[in-house]
């Protein structure tokens, strides 16, 4: 089992940048593709991007595609979400996901455990 933690949400202007990180404790961190997903309010729980077990490989939703950069270090058991040039639109609460063998990387009902989330507000 692996237990998660959001932080390093907050406030931030249009065209101003945030660094989320997800702590995660518990045994092998690096057996689990971690992935970052995002719920707006009225909205359904959606996909913004997921890294592989070694970091090798990452994927992302069209919408953040060359503004938001995933990673893990497996040494300090974090993933990370750098979000560069940020839209209202982005406006957010943003969960941490893990599962060590999700058959979709994209589909959040294929990641068995989650973070509290984090609000991510961008104003206009």
């Known amino acids: 089992q692996v237990q998660l933690v959001e932080s390093g949400g907050g406030l931030v202007q249009a065209g101003g940048s945030l660094r989320l990180s997800c702590a995660a404790s518990?045994?092998?961190?690096?057996?689990?593709?971690m992935g970052w997903f995002r719920q707006a309010p009225g909205k359904e729980r959606e996909f913004v991007a997921a890294i592989s077990w070694s970091g090798g490989s990452t994927y992302y939703a069209d919408s953040v595609k060359g503004r938001f950069a995933i990673s893990r270090d497996n040494a300090k058991n974090t993933v990370y979400l750098q979000m560069n040039s940020l839209k209202p639109e982005d406006t957010a609460v943003y969960y941490c996901?893990?599962?060590?063998?999700?058959?979709?990387?994209?589909?959040?009902?294929?990641?068995?455990?989650w973070g509290q989330g984090t609000q991510v507000t961008v104003s206009s």
């Open positions: 996901a893990a599962d060590p063998k999700p058959e979709s990387y994209y589909s959040d009902y294929e990641y068995n455990y």
């Open positions: 518990g045994r092998s961190f690096s057996s689990y593709v």
